[in-house]
């Protein structure tokens, strides 16, 4: 119901309509059909859950003997849930576009709005509006949860480690940073699930370019070479570099130039989507 009435908002002829007038209209009805599906609430309450409770739990979970040194970036581990967060969000962007399909009302959707490219800029605007807080308060949770947790673990300023803190440069970085990795695996799920269509198919994968090629990593220890190309050059495990502060110059690919690499990915699979929407019917 809710979604009809966003989209009879956009049935009067906006083909005679200026563009940013367009645009405006279609953000206003998928801001409707998003914010009143059922559950969506509930998944951006849960980013911010799940990765603040997993983070805490390794936070508690990590100990550094005492009379001995741990090379332990404290800001990383204090975000590590959100590689499970990352998940939900995915999710999230999935359903936004794939849920229409379902029903059949992407049909009513692309009627009210010929300009389909303008639909899924609209979607991704809304996706951003919603996941941008949900991944603030995760990422400020985590590093909270750390900042409590890690120095009853031997991990204190007299041992050489940086308390986890927003007054540390490479913290704040990896913070920012961080809440943008969400949103643009967000972006890259939405564009992933347009070209697929269907909702198992296109959450599938999502979680393979998550999860898999980062166990694939680990597979090829063996293999410095391809290990150091997927590190650099696959989505999530490059974009995950922007959590780093500590031995950056080991890592195979910088912090900032790891989250280019997700956001070319993004970017790349968003014009793909809008290509692919333009030469198909709905």
């Given at each position: 119901?809710n979604?009809?009435?966003?989209?009879?908002?956009?049935?009067?002829?906006?083909?005679?309509?200026?563009?940013a007038?367009?645009?405006?209209?279609?953000?206003?009805?998928?801001?409707?059909?998003?914010?009143?599906?059922?559950?969506?609430?509930?998944?951006?309450?849960?980013?911010?859950?799940l990765?603040?409770?997993?983070s805490?739990?390794?936070?508690?979970?990590?100990k550094?003997?005492?009379?001995?040194?741990?090379?332990?970036?404290?800001t990383?581990?204090?975000?590590?849930?959100?590689?499970?967060?990352?998940?939900?969000?995915?999710?999230?962007?999935?359903?936004?576009?794939?849920?229409?399909?379902?029903?059949?009302?992407?049909?009513?959707?692309?009627?009210?709005?010929?300009?389909r490219?303008?639909?899924?800029?609209?979607?991704?605007?809304?996706?951003?509006?919603l996941?941008l807080?949900?991944?603030?308060?995760?990422?400020?949770?985590?590093?909270?949860?750390?900042r409590?947790?890690?120095?009853?673990?031997?991990?204190?300023?007299?041992?050489?480690?940086?308390?986890?803190?927003?007054a540390?440069?490479?913290?704040?970085?990896?913070?920012?940073?961080?809440?943008?990795?969400?949103v643009?695996?967000?972006?890259?799920?939405?564009?992933?699930?347009?070209?697929?269509?269907?909702?198992?198919?296109?959450?599938?994968?999502?979680?393979?370019?998550?999860?898999?090629?980062?166990?694939?990593v680990?597979?090829?220890g063996?293999?410095?070479?391809?290990?150091?190309?997927?590190?650099?050059?696959?989505p999530?495990?490059?974009?995950?570099?922007?959590e780093?502060?500590?031995?950056?110059?080991?890592?195979?690919?910088?912090?900032?130039?790891?989250?280019?690499?997700?956001a070319?990915?993004a970017?790349?699979?968003?014009?793909?989507?809008?290509a692919?929407?333009?030469?198909?019917?709905?």
């Amino acid at each position: 119901m809710n979604q009809t009435v966003a989209i009879a908002r956009l049935e009067r002829p906006l083909s005679a309509a200026p563009a940013a007038a367009g645009f405006a209209e279609a953000v206003r009805a998928e801001w409707t059909k998003l914010r009143t599906t059922p559950g969506t609430a509930w998944i951006l309450t849960a980013v911010a859950l799940l990765t603040v409770a997993i983070s805490a739990a390794v936070a508690a979970a990590a100990k550094c003997p005492t009379g001995g040194a741990c090379a332990t970036d404290t800001t990383k581990i204090s975000l590590t849930g959100i590689e499970a967060g990352q998940a939900l969000v995915a999710v999230l962007a999935v359903l936004a576009i794939t849920g229409e399909y379902s029903t059949g009302m992407i049909r009513t959707t692309f009627t009210a709005m010929p300009r389909r490219v303008v639909v899924l800029a609209a979607k991704a605007c809304v996706l951003i509006f919603l996941v941008l807080p949900a991944a603030v308060i995760a990422v400020a949770g985590s590093l909270a949860a750390g900042r409590l947790m890690l120095p009853a673990n031997g991990f204190t300023a007299t041992r050489g480690y940086v308390l986890v803190s927003l007054a540390h440069g490479p913290t704040v970085r990896a913070a920012l940073g961080t809440v943008l990795y969400l949103v643009l695996i967000g972006l890259l799920s939405l564009a992933i699930a347009t070209m697929v269509r269907d909702s198992a198919v296109a959450t599938g994968a999502v979680l393979a370019v998550l999860y898999i090629v980062p166990i694939m990593v680990l597979f090829l220890g063996g293999e410095p070479a391809w290990q150091s190309r997927l590190e650099r050059y696959s989505p999530a495990t490059a974009g995950l570099a922007i959590e780093d502060t500590t031995g950056l110059r080991h890592l195979p690919i910088g912090p900032w130039g790891g989250l280019a690499v997700l956001a070319l990915w993004a970017a790349g699979a968003l014009l793909a989507a809008a290509a692919m929407l333009r030469l198909r019917d709905a």
